[in-house]
C-alpha cells in the first residue's frame, strides 16, 4: 500500500485541482454587446461622414440636393436617391467619370455602387407625392 500523505500536502493538492475546476461565472451583463454597438456605430459615422463631405465636394449641384449617400462599407458606396430619375442621371454621372472624382478625393477605392430609394426629394413628382411618391396606389379602381 501506498504511504500516508500530510494532511495539509493533501489539502494544499486539493484545493490547487479544485482550482482549475472552477468555471468562471458567464456575463449576462449587455455591456459587450453596447461596446459593440457603439464602436460599430462610431466606425460607420465616420464612414458615412467623410463620404457625405467628399461627395458634397465633388457631386454636381443638382444631384447633392436629390442623392445622398448613406453608407460606404468596404468599398460598397450606398446612394439614397429620391427618384428612378435621379438615380438614373446619378449612375450616368459617376459611370462617366464621377465615380473616379469620388475614389482619388475620397482616397479609397469604389468597388460597386448601390441605390436605395429614399433621398431627399426637392420639387418634382418626389415631392408631391405623385408618381415618385412613396404611398402605395390604392386598389380601389373607383375612387
Excluded at 462610431?42 to 453608407?71: F, H, M, N, S, Y
Excluded at 438614373?88 to 472624382?101: C, S, T
Amino acid at each position: 500500500m501506498g504511504h500516508a500523505m500530510n494532511p495539509s500536502v493533501a489539502n494544499a493538492r486539493l484545493a490547487k485541482l479544485r482550482g482549475y475546476r472552477v468555471v468562471p461565472a458567464a456575463d449576462r451583463s449587455i455591456r459587450g454587446e453596447i461596446e459593440r454597438v457603439a464602436a460599430e456605430t462610431k466606425r460607420a459615422d465616420r464612414a458615412v461622414g467623410r463620404i457625405g463631405e467628399v461627395w458634397d465636394a465633388v457631386a454636381p449641384d443638382q444631384w447633392r440636393a436629390l442623392a445622398t449617400p448613406t453608407a460606404f462599407r468596404a468599398g460598397v458606396l450606398e446612394l439614397a436617391c429620391a427618384a428612378a430619375a435621379v438615380r438614373f442621371e446619378v449612375d450616368r454621372w459617376l459611370q462617366g467619370g464621377g465615380r473616379k472624382m469620388i475614389e482619388s478625393t475620397l482616397g479609397a477605392p469604389i468597388f460597386r455602387v448601390v441605390f436605395v430609394s429614399g433621398g431627399r426629394a426637392v420639387g418634382g413628382a418626389g415631392a408631391s407625392g405623385g408618381a415618385g411618391g412613396k404611398r402605395p396606389r390604392s386598389r380601389n379602381r373607383r375612387g
